[in-house]
């Protein structure tokens, strides 16, 4: 065969992953936080890089995420504001090209009907204490308060305290539920250090690993909270 026709051969490597079903959700619960969240076919990507634009033009690296995650939870964002992501994975030979872009607004905090209600005790003297009771309420001490404080009128529910752990997690202050290497706020604490475990306790709240959001047991809304650790009551305040 004749073959000084033919032109001269090309090979083309072509790079796979490009993240595709992107979304970007809000929750009511955690307005601050934004979760962006792909699905990528399989192939040979090693990681994830996701970047955020505040007008869908001018684009900012945000986070490289391991490829076992197909999800990045961006923390700590202002209220009522638009965000634009878009997502590209990390191959052996480059990064594949990006996904489409999706965008989300941010919401607005309240407490709403989960607002405690606050009553004053004044100052002043009273005693505390029993000599009827038992050997640790003994004996009667006469305590005096220097100052007016507030104190809730009613102990805690499940739900007051949800809110405001929604609300931490949102803006970065808890960690140890969310994945990959997050935008954390540098006074974070770790969820154990303000909940016991709910496995060896009766803690009535759970982490929903699909909204990635924490929730009251159903039912359990207006039961006082428990399991709850000395920094988890201090957190509160």
Not at 81 to 95: A, C, E, L, W
Not at 143 to 155: G, P, Q
Not at 209 to 222: S, T, Y
Request: proline share 4%.
């Amino acid at each position: 065969h004749d073959l000084s026709e033919w032109g001269e051969a090309w090979s083309f490597t072509t790079i796979s992953g490009i993240p595709i079903d992107m979304e970007a959700i809000v929750h009511p619960e955690t307005p601050h936080k934004i979760d962006v969240i792909w699905y990528c076919p399989a192939g040979e990507q090693t990681a994830y890089n996701v970047e955020r634009s505040a007008d869908g033009t001018n684009w900012d690296p945000v986070a490289q995420v391991a490829v076992t995650e197909h999800y990045y939870s961006d923390l700590g964002l202002d209220e009522n504001s638009t965000f634009h992501y878009r997502v590209s994975s990390v191959n052996p030979m480059g990064n594949s090209g990006y996904s489409e872009v999706v965008q989300a607004t941010t919401g607005t905090f309240t407490l709403g009907a989960n607002d405690p209600v606050l009553v004053n005790v004044n100052s002043g003297s009273f005693d505390m204490g029993s000599l009827d009771c038992e050997d640790d309420e003994a004996p009667v001490r006469n305590i005096t308060l220097n100052n007016d404080f507030n104190i809730t009128s009613h102990e805690i529910t499940n739900q007051q305290y949800c809110t405001l752990l929604n609300w931490a997690l949102g803006k970065g202050l808890v960690k140890g539920k969310l994945y990959n290497n997050l935008n954390y706020a540098a006074n974070a604490l770790n969820y154990s250090d303000l909940l016991q475990d709910p496995e060896q306790s009766d803690l009535q709240i759970d982490f929903d690993e699909g909204d990635l959001i924490f929730e009251v047991i159903n039912g359990k809304e207006d039961h006082p909270i428990t399991s709850v650790t000395w920094k988890g009551a201090a957190a509160y305040t």
